[in-house]
């Protein structure tokens, strides 16, 4: 079935590093791609998404890139933030009668300033 | 513009009892899903509901159920709790069904079950 890897965490770093996750997936066909923010105590936040392959989506300073060839969608931002301290989650979902997003595992990233 | 509301924000059931937690989507909204957030299962689709009707279901047990009224508010309601069942429950409401349109999600219900 459809499924997303995304890296383990927990991710720490200082305030102004550069930031990547990880996101791979396995589907039949071509879903689309989304990368979720949950902040401590609250929902998910959609943080940007890709519908079809080479489209990158942007969003706060964060970019992923819907690369087909090597079925990824990797998570990145250049210079984080103490805010962007959060659970990122990689998701995908297929166009199609089957309307339920995939999670990853999410990644905890801890930004210290 | 209001976002997802859900209610009530947290709840302890004693096992054995039946819980109903709440959803209001954005207006506009018809495209209502509930999801399943645990540590140790993570993120769980549990069903999808679309102009009143259940479109997906995902592998729960039946102790799960749901439904959508016509202003498309949605109720999920979870029979004969388990420990297991604690957990945080996520809804997320979309203009209509399919990806493009994007899923919005309320703060959750926090259920206890003790």
């Known amino acids: 079935g459809d499924s997303v890897t995304q890296m383990e965490g927990p991710v720490t770093l200082s305030e102004e590093a550069f930031l990547t996750i990880n996101c791979t997936y396995t589907a039949t066909g071509y879903p689309s791609l989304f990368w979720y923010v949950q902040y401590p105590g609250e929902g998910l936040q959609l943080l940007l998404k890709?519908?079809?392959?080479?489209d990158k989506g942007s969003n706060k300073g964060f970019e992923a890139t819907y690369r087909k060839e090597t079925t990824s969608f990797h998570l990145e931002k250049g210079s984080v933030q103490v805010s962007d301290s959060a659970v990122y989650f990689c998701a995908l979902i297929f166009f199609s009668n089957d309307y339920k997003l995939s999670f990853g595992a999410g990644t905890t990233v801890t930004v210290r300033a | 513009k209001a976002g997802v509301t859900q209610t009530p924000r947290y709840l302890i059931k004693t096992r054995g009892q039946q819980v109903t937690l709440s959803c209001s989507p954005i207006?506009?909204?018809?495209?209502v899903s509930w999801y399943q957030q645990t540590p140790g299962q993570g993120l769980q689709f549990l069903f999808e509901y679309f102009s009143e009707t259940q479109r997906n279901k995902g592998n729960f047990p039946g102790r799960f159920s749901g439904r959508q009224f016509s202003n498309s508010r949605s109720e999920m309601n979870v029979s004969t709790l388990e420990l297991g069942d604690s957990a945080l429950y996520l809804c997320?409401?979309?203009?209509?069904?399919?990806?493009?349109?994007?899923?919005?999600f309320g703060s959750g219900t926090r259920l206890t079950v003790v």
């Open positions: 997320a409401s979309s203009l209509r069904q399919g990806a493009n349109y994007g899923y919005t």
């Open positions: 207006s506009g909204h018809r495209s």
């Open positions: 890709a519908t079809k392959a080479d």
